[in-house]
């Protein structure tokens, strides 16, 4: 082999796919798409508004004042009461229209009109311009439902804030491992799981399709001949792989800037991230998943680059690539769809089997690493075997590549793939 | 100049899928030469030179390439066109020629360096930042053409490389072509286009249904077949020329005509002909034109001359 023509060949190849604007693109988008949430639910959770306006209209509970002082507590945003008017239900039928036009002139964002009900006693309705706002419900509500509880449990000697508390109460966990026990473990090993394997199902498909792509484009415009005059197929596949792997680490590498850069300079200048309980993004990563999670990802990038590769050498059209490429992406996607099962169940038999199968081996194992780590032979018996499926694989590429790059017209039958398979 | 052989094949088979494209075919090209390897669509031509340059692998025979029995151990040496042309499109036409140089064994740096000199030579120097596919086709063919010499080979092989150029870029090319051949670099020159053989070629072989039916000089070939052709001048009412004695077949121009004769044809008796049918201006017997050769050939009513004088097999489906 020729290595300053495998260089070549990876060269070209490299350069092709970073100038690509889709690679572009999807380098930079990609962190902004994965942090949006996080960026959102913050975004609504600090509930932006300078000033709430709002009146009390009581229509026959009495409770009018009960409530305006439960919202005077109100901290989260700030919230004038503008008046708290107890009314008969006639008097609201006449004062309605002229409270509608107190919201519309902006003299009152909204008022609270609280009315009596048979069953809980308290039946209440916020009449705003604007009732998007989650917070401003929510908080709301939440006291409305406090005076409404109060007013129920009153003489019975029970605590309202003890029975608030109870209706609100939540199950602790703390994942218990080798490395150190880590208390609220499943939401942790959900949200950075799901990233990952996002991550990885993404890239992967994307590779193997850019794969497919490129050596379509050299098949269709017959460059692959004047191409295999001067390197051997082993060459070309090896510069192919080479170009696609250092594609992917360039890919990688901007994407952890980008995660530093948001993490630790973005969001702290928005003050975003605070209302999470002190997030920190480089605290859901520890340094253990990282490095099993770059080593999965390289190698289901090749692997699934080289299969790509091989399907796409046996067709002359796109059409012709589609259709081959979808029993391609099927194990990608049951990968994907079956790491939700493993984050539930990583120690299940048939999560510890799937994660052994090559094929599925760079989503399932990264997900069972990262929820419940095995046993350290676990993880390299599969990375080995994910080695060897990919060694494999080049292997056979590299023998069929020299005929089916040539090749024209009528996709290959089976049959005559291992025929070839058995000249070479 | 010396007699080596660039290309030696000895009785090289090549199938596929059970037909043969290629039949025990003896094929020796010598170095130093511009060499027409000649032949109709189809007839095994693409196929000879994949094979001798190691992209396919014979299926029996052997090849020397270069004094080489493994073609792909002196790949760095050849030079190669291929008839179905392709560039990368969205690829800057400079890098496009310095990558096809370097897998040819060039380093990038040199590379860069013919690379620019070769645009510079093509005139397209002003543009080597372009993305191939903004230029025009001929400008891709030329641009093709400098891909198969860029590494200076030995042996570069040109497989219809007329196809697609203007007058302009044709009288070009041939005068790269020709000083490709001073430079003592071997050419050969694969094409069904025989004009350009008679005017490039010191050498020809002529393969029909993947088999050498004819080898040798031009000259050498012309005159060894005899000369059993008319060429006329004339002016005549369409259809004149049909059915004359001894004739076998008419390539008419409308003021001129070549006719082919059969082997023992009165010309006595066709002149006497022609001047009861048309006004006569020119009259005189003539070697044949490779074409007609190659007719003679391969002709069996199955190869004919399109419009634009290039050969068509027809291929039985």
């Known amino acids: 082999m020729n290595f300053q023509k495998v260089y070549a060949v990876a060269r070209r190849e490299y350069i092709a796919r970073v100038r690509n604007k889709w690679f572009v693109i999807i380098t930079l988008l990609f962190p902004v798409l994965m942090a949006a949430p996080v960026f959102i639910g913050s975004l609504i959770q600090r509930a932006d508004v300078d000033e709430v306006r709002i009146a009390i209209v009581d229509v026959g509970t009495g409770q009018a004042s009960a409530i305006q002082a439960e919202f005077e507590t109100i901290e989260s945003f700030a919230l004038t009461i503008s008046g708290s008017e107890t009314l008969s239900a006639s008097e609201y039928e006449s004062r309605r229209e002229s409270m509608r036009q107190a919201v519309l002139d902006e003299e009152i964002d909204g008022y609270v009109l609280i009315e009596p009900d048979e069953e809980l006693g308290i039946r209440g309705r916020y009449l705003a311009r604007e009732t998007g706002n989650l917070v401003i419900l929510g908080t709301l509500e939440n006291r409305v439902r406090r005076v409404a509880l109060e007013n129920y449990l009153a003489g019975s000697g029970l605590e309202t804030d003890r029975v608030n508390a109870l209706v609100s109460w939540d199950l602790e966990t703390t994942t218990i491992s080798a490395e150190g026990d880590e208390d609220g473990g499943f939401e942790r090993a959900y949200f950075t799981t799901f990233i990952l394997a996002m991550v990885l199902y993404i890239t992967v498909l994307m590779a193997g399709q850019q794969m497919g792509n490129s050596i379509i484009e050299e098949k269709s415009s017959r460059l692959i001949e004047l191409v295999l005059g001067a390197v051997t197929a082993a060459e070309f596949m090896a510069g192919k792989i080479l170009g696609v792997l250092s594609t992917a680490l360039t890919q990688l590498a901007a994407w952890f800037g980008l995660v530093m850069l948001i993490s630790l300079y973005i969001m702290p200048a928005l003050a975003i991230g605070s209302d999470m309980g002190d997030l920190n993004i480089m605290e859901f990563f520890d340094a253990g998943l990282l490095f099993y999670f770059t080593i999965l990802f390289l190698l289901g990038y090749v692997f699934y680059s080289v299969l790509y590769a091989v399907a796409a050498s046996t067709c002359s059209t796109m059409e012709d690539f589609q259709q081959m490429a979808f029993p391609l992406m099927m194990p990608v996607m049951l990968s994907f769809f079956f790491v939700f099962y493993v984050i539930t169940n990583p120690a299940a038999t048939i999560s510890r089997i799937v994660s052994l199968f090559p094929p599925a081996t760079p989503l399932v194992m990264l997900a069972r690493i990262n929820v419940l780590r095995p046993p350290l032979w676990e993880i390299w018996l599969g990375i080995g075997l994910l080695v060897l499926a990919t060694i494999a694989a080049v292997w056979v590429s590299a023998k069929v590549f020299r005929f089916t790059l040539l090749m024209s017209g009528k996709r290959p039958s089976i049959g005559t793939m291992v025929r070839m398979f058995r000249a070479a | 100049m010396n007699n080596n052989a660039v290309v030696r094949t000895q009785k090289l088979v090549k199938e596929f899928d059970g037909v043969r494209a290629v039949k025990e075919l003896d094929l020796v090209i010598p170095a130093g030469s511009i060499f027409g390897l000649l032949g109709p669509n189809g007839s095994g031509k693409t196929t000879t030179i994949r094979t001798c340059l190691g992209v396919y692998i014979p299926d029996s025979g052997s090849i ?254």
């Open chain 2, 64 to 317: 020397e390439l270069l004094g080489n029995s493994d073609p792909l151990a002196v790949r760095d040496r050849v030079g190669y066109l291929p008839e179905e042309r392709g560039l990368y499109p969205k690829m800057q036409v400079q890098e496009q020629l310095a990558f096809l140089a370097s897998i040819r064994g060039m380093s990038h740096r040199e590379a860069n360096g013919r690379a620019a000199y070769w645009l510079d030579r093509l005139g397209l120097a002003d543009r080597a930042k372009s993305a191939t596919e903004e230029f025009s086709k001929g400008m891709q063919q030329k641009v093709q053409f400098a891909a198969s010499v860029i590494h200076e080979p030995e042996v570069v092989v040109l497989d219809e490389p007329f196809t697609g150029l203007d007058p302009v870029n044709t009288r070009l090319l041939k005068e790269l072509i020709l000083e490709l051949r001073d430079n003592g670099c071997t050419v050969i020159l694969s094409t069904h286009r025989m004009e350009q053989v008679e005017a490039m070629c010191e050498e020809i072989a002529l393969i029909h249904q993947g088999e050498l039916v004819l080898r040798g000089g031009v000259q050498e070939v012309r005159a060894q077949s005899g000369s059993n052709t008319l060429a006329i001048e004339y002016e005549g009412a369409p259809g004149s020329l049909d059915n004359l004695p001894g004739v076998t077949q008419v390539h008419d121009s409308g003021r001129s005509a070549r006719l082919q004769l059969e082997a023992d044809a009165d010309t006595q008796q066709i002149a006497r002909a022609l001047f009861d049918r048309v006004h006569l201006h020119a009259f005189s017997t003539e070697q044949p034109s490779i074409e007609e050769i190659f007719l003679a050939h391969v002709g069996h009513g199955d190869v004919t001359i399109s419009e634009t004088g290039e050969l068509v097999e027809e291929v039985a489906s």
